[in-house]
T-cell receptor, first 109, second 115 residues
Framework: QKEVEQNSGPLSVPEGAIASLNCTYS??????FFWYRQYSGKSPELIMSIYSNGDKEDGRFTAQLNKASQYVSLLIRDSQPSDSATYLCAVNFNTPLVFGKGTRLSVIA | GAVVSQHPSRVICKSGTSVKIECRSLDFQATTMFWYRQFPKQSLMLMAT?????????EQGVEKDKFLINHASLTLSTLTVTSAHPEDSSFYIC???????????FGQGTRLTVV
């Protein structure tokens, strides 16, 4: 069974802090990993893709991948209230992407 | 990112009628598209995988005769909810995946209300 696990939250952080979102997955052969942001009532929006071990930075977002530990994370620096949303981790097991249930982030002004 | 256009964004229909939802990939060819539904405060649920030129692959528990999927071209997939009932009311979202990067891009979603 291919699974993607995330803490459901809510994760509350103060404005300006670093938000850290974590995800683990079950299948070692996975090659592609994604983070999506979903605002309430809207469809998911792709914010980061990562394919190799290490860090990948894009603006205030940093994705971190550790294939040996089967772990992928998303860091959001200088968190803003507009970052409040549900963040979905997705893993490509060479079939439809498998999504975690999402972590709800709340950034408090 | 790539653009996936889905419409209508909202639809209200009467019980027993059918509703068609269209999903188009605007700037890349999608041999495979995916259809999800999502209930409030719940996670995405994959309904089916739509394959261009062939039959869709449905997830367990999804009625293929009720949710008709057609993928007639590399840029268009449609989902038809037949004989809709109030319990079919939900948020339906399509997704198209770039075959090279494996990135999946979502349409805007369709909020279906059956009255």
């Amino acid at each position: 069974q291919k699974e993607v696990e995330q803490n459901s939250g809510p994760l509350s952080v103060p404005e300006g802090a670093i938000a850290s979102l974590n995800c683990t997955y079950s299948d070692r052969v996975s090659q592609s990993f994604f983070w999506y942001r979903q605002y309430s009532g809207k469809s998911p929006e792709l914010i980061m893709s990562i394919y190799s071990n290490g860090d990948k930075e894009d603006g205030r977002f940093t994705a971190q991948l550790n294939k040996a530990s089967q772990y992928v994370s998303l860091l959001i620096r200088d968190s803003q209230p507009s970052d409040s949303a549900t963040y979905l981790c997705a893993v490509n097991f060479n079939t439809p992407l498998v999504f975690g249930k999402g972590t709800r982030l709340s950034v408090i002004a | 990112g790539a653009v996936v256009s889905q419409h209508p964004s909202r639809v209200i229909c009467k019980s027993g009628t059918s509703v068609k939802i269209e999903c188009r990939s605007l700037d890349f060819q999608a041999t495979t598209m995916f259809w999800y539904r999502q209930f409030p405060k719940q996670s995405l649920m994959l309904m089916a995988t739509s394959n261009e030129g062939s039959k869709a692959t449905y997830e367990q528990g999804v009625e293929k005769d009720k949710f008709l999927i057609n993928h007639a071209s590399l840029t268009l997939s449609t989902l038809t909810v037949t004989s809709a009932h109030p319990e079919d009311s939900s948020f339906y979202i399509c997704s198209a995946r770039n075959a090279v990067s494996a990135e999946a891009f979502f349409g805007q979603g369709t909020r279906l209300t059956v009255v």
